[in-house]
């Protein structure tokens, strides 16, 4: 039986079809899918049960695409990747020289609405959520020629080297290639697991402000790196050119 994680990814996955008409190549179709989550998910975050202070702009965030239908749809998505493009921090690192690459209004909608919209992401354990996208990843590395080596590490093998490793909490990691952030999350996520009821306030600041730094020279890959240690609700040190 399909679990419904893989039942999402597969559903996710269904639209490359689609989208293979608007000339999406599977690694363009995936960051497409990324800019469209990252608006879902910050939306659910300043509700209830997580109250967070809005990231996003209202004029720019996810309601505002569920208002609008059409050519109007397609023209407000480009202001939305080009505006949040021009914002300080964290939100304009993920959404830097971000392109609007659909170029079918109706097929935009379909995402918004019958993919994206469909789900309540934030109620996802975090690891459920790191499946669809790395499941996205892996269909991609499969199917294109180029496959998606810079980006995706199986989780397995990150596991495995976590694992070996054992970060504690007063350690400070470091990924000098990070791609999307796999390694230095895994890591995070190994000191909550296991350090959880023993961290004093000092140590719950630096795995939160400080615990991980990465490094990422390829744009693309440095925006999808920010964009997951958001949505984790962890900070890093980032570089890209």
Same mark, same amino acid.
């Given at each position: 039986?399909?679990?419904?994680?893989?039942?999402? +990814?597969?559903?996710?996955?269904?639209? +490359?079809?689609?989208? &293979? #008409?608007? /000339?999406?190549?599977?690694?363009?179709?995936?960051?497409?899918?990324? %800019?469209?989550?990252?608006?879902?998910? =910050?939306?659910?975050?300043?509700?209830?049960?997580?109250?967070?202070? !809005?990231? *996003?702009?209202?004029?720019? /965030?996810?309601? @505002?695409?569920?208002? &609008?239908?059409?050519?109007?749809?397609e023209v407000h998505y480009r202001h939305i990747l080009e505006e949040l493009g021009k914002k300080p921090g964290m939100l304009g690192a993920i959404f830097k020289k971000a392109r609007q690459e659909i170029q079918s209004p109706a097929t935009l909608r379909r995402l918004i609405v019958d993919l994206i919209g469909s789900e309540t992401w934030?109620?996802?354990?975090?690891?459920?959520?790191? #499946?669809?996208?790395?499941?996205?990843?892996?269909? @991609? =590395?499969?199917? @294109?020629?180029?496959? =998606? /080596?810079?980006? %995706?590490? !199986? &989780?397995?093998?990150?596991?495995?080297? +976590?694992?070996? *490793? &054992?970060?504690?909490?007063?350690?400070?990691?470091?990924?000098?290639?990070c791609g999307t952030v796999g390694f230095l999350l895994a890591a995070h996520d190994h000191v909550v697991k296991h350090h959880r009821k023993d961290l004093d306030p000092d140590q719950k600041k630096h795995l939160k402000k400080r615990y991980v730094h990465g490094w990422e020279l390829v744009p693309n890959t440095a925006r999808l790196c920010v964009m997951n240690l958001y949505l984790h609700g962890t900070k890093a040190e980032g570089y890209a050119t």
């Amino acid at each position: 039986m399909t679990n419904p994680t893989q039942q999402i +990814v597969n559903k996710a996955w269904n639209f +490359v079809h689609v989208l &293979r #008409d608007d /000339g999406l190549s599977y690694m363009a179709y995936t960051e497409q899918i990324t %800019f469209l989550l990252f608006l879902k998910m =910050a939306d659910e975050l300043t509700k209830q049960p997580y109250n967070r202070r !809005p990231m *996003v702009p209202p004029e720019l /965030g996810w309601a @505002s695409l569920l208002e &609008r239908d059409g050519d109007e749809l397609e023209v407000h998505y480009r202001h939305i990747l080009e505006e949040l493009g021009k914002k300080p921090g964290m939100l304009g690192a993920i959404f830097k020289k971000a392109r609007q690459e659909i170029q079918s209004p109706a097929t935009l909608r379909r995402l918004i609405v019958d993919l994206i919209g469909s789900e309540t992401w934030s109620s996802m354990q975090a690891d459920v959520k790191g #499946d669809i996208y790395e499941g996205l990843l892996a269909k @991609s =590395a499969a199917e @294109s020629p180029k496959g =998606a /080596g810079q980006y %995706f590490t !199986p &989780r397995q093998l990150i596991q495995a080297i +976590v694992d070996c *490793v &054992r970060p504690a909490p007063d350690d400070t990691v470091c990924d000098p290639a990070c791609g999307t952030v796999g390694f230095l999350l895994a890591a995070h996520d190994h000191v909550v697991k296991h350090h959880r009821k023993d961290l004093d306030p000092d140590q719950k600041k630096h795995l939160k402000k400080r615990y991980v730094h990465g490094w990422e020279l390829v744009p693309n890959t440095a925006r999808l790196c920010v964009m997951n240690l958001y949505l984790h609700g962890t900070k890093a040190e980032g570089y890209a050119t």
